[in-house]
């Protein structure tokens, strides 16, 4: 039977097929009419996507973006509401409630009223006097230049109270909506691109990448996300391409309170998809009124035409590039070459090979000296097309410390990274590990604090967080951020690694055997893990093992061996003159280990002996 409801202001009409606000007719097309249709006799119920997609399209395959294009429309229609919820309430990767208070108008009323109904004289009073003071509270926020705030109006026994300024977002993963799941490149690419636009708003804290994607298909709830990464604001959305277009809708929540604060559907040509997550970037930040410097403002308007091959080619790279495995940096190289053939002037495909070369050298798939003078060329390429590009000199900036030992130059370089993005959480993190082998700890350790409060999930910065307080001596903090880290993942090595190495400094020779079973337990019966037991073995004095532990970690290395694990064995076994012969093909590879000559503990029993000063000097560590 149709009906006649009311909420927030609004009247709808079900049989004439009407939206009325204070008697004023609201145009809405038919799907639109029916989705509000759908929401308002389901008050307050959770109403999944398929099922209402299926009521909205029933007999026709339809994509998910209809549907929130649907929403997203219907929301602008509507407006913002003057309570505590947003009247569509949006429940992250589930579907929609009706926040709004709903009331069935009774056919007693019906029969007394005239055609265009007025809203009750209460209600309407009401929604005068709330917009009277959303006016004036807005007008008082310009006044005292609160700016960044966005008015949202809570009454509580008559206080009405701002909402706090939204400081913090962090971008979920894009929902693929093609039937095709290899199309997932693309999706976590363009959310990759996105958190890369929005983390240049010096304005805001964005949080990285790695944390984000561990929210991929989950079924928690925005506020519940929100509380986990310690945002304020969270965009959502989904992604498509095909035919050469690229489709994307994006939409902003505020957490807590649950707010809808800004959506909208894009589609443009694949060549502009880069440019497109500038243009949603900017979007967000007038949405969320943040203060953007005006070289921000200049970098988001920039716009260039990418070969839409070469732009596939580029997010396949990154797909694999981000799975960090020695298989998935190789892919990743392959295609950010082919992202280079198609188009010369692609400077993110040229970072994304510089990133692949310093990641290879760092975990010797290929030498450091073949590896970081590749990586190099590539940033170098970066920048000439790019000259503001914050990725590259944060390359150039690792490159210049481990490989170079030109420390002024790989300070230089960081900061100017940091400077074009104060939230990129990997400079942070390779800045911390510069000041940490200067010895300039505290700054390190502030430095390692912003990357984690960027990326709160990352196991790679949680454990050398662990490592930092290690070389800094402050051995009881390095063993609770490691088992911190261990608590987010037990199976991470290199909290492993590090954990018994500090147990064994501070002599805590039970525990540190304990450490050494989890540590097997997880790398196996591997060089990694025997080069850690003989340092553990000789740190706390038990030499008749250091032997044993010595012959088969060389007996699992690969051959030739590694000369960092060759030195450490050979402090283990307290040969000072095999320890200095392998030291000097250390420096000879620039093995990133003689970055941290200065200040790694596993160092110590070197240190009184001149050829280690001579050491130190050569790689511009002496002072």
Known sequence: MPQVYEFAGFRLETAERRLLRNGSAIPLAPKLFDT?????????????????MRRLWPNTFVEEVSLAQN????????????????????????GYRFAAPVRVVTEGELASATRDVQPPRDSLKTARSAGRMVAGLVMAALLVGATGYLVSLRQRGGVVKLAPPIRSIAVLPLANLSTDPEQEFFADGVTDDLITELARIRALRVISRTSVMQYKETRKTLPEIARELNVDAVVEGTVSQRNGQVHITAQLVQASPEHHIWAESYERPLGEAQNLQAEIARAIAGALRATMTPEEQARMRRSRATNSDANLFYLKGKYFWNKRTPTGLREGEKYFQQAIGRDGDFAQAYVGLADTYIFEGGWGMEPAAVALPKAEVAARQALALDPENDEAHAALGLIAMNYEWDWLKAEREYKQALGLNPNDALAHHWYAEYLGAQGRFEESLGEIRRAEELDPLSLAIAADRGKLLYFSRRYDEAIVQLLKTLEMDPSFLQAHNWLVRVYAAKGMEREADAALD????????????WTAASMVKAKTGRRDKVRDAVARAKGRSSSPPDPAMMLFLQIARGDAGEAFAWMEKCYSTHSTMMTSLKVNPDYD???DDPRFAGYLGRVGLSN
């Open 36 to 52: 509000l249709v759908i929401l308002v006799e389901n008050p307050d119920r959770l109403m999944p996507k398929d099922e209402l």
């Open 605 to 607: 029993n070197l240190r």
């Open 518 to 529: 989890n540590f097997q337990r997880v790398a196996g019966d591997s060089s990694e893990y």
């Open 71 to 94: 929403i997203s429309q219907l929301r602008k229609a509507l407006g913002e509401p003057a309570g505590d919820a947003p009247i569509i309430q949006t429940i992250a990767k589930r």
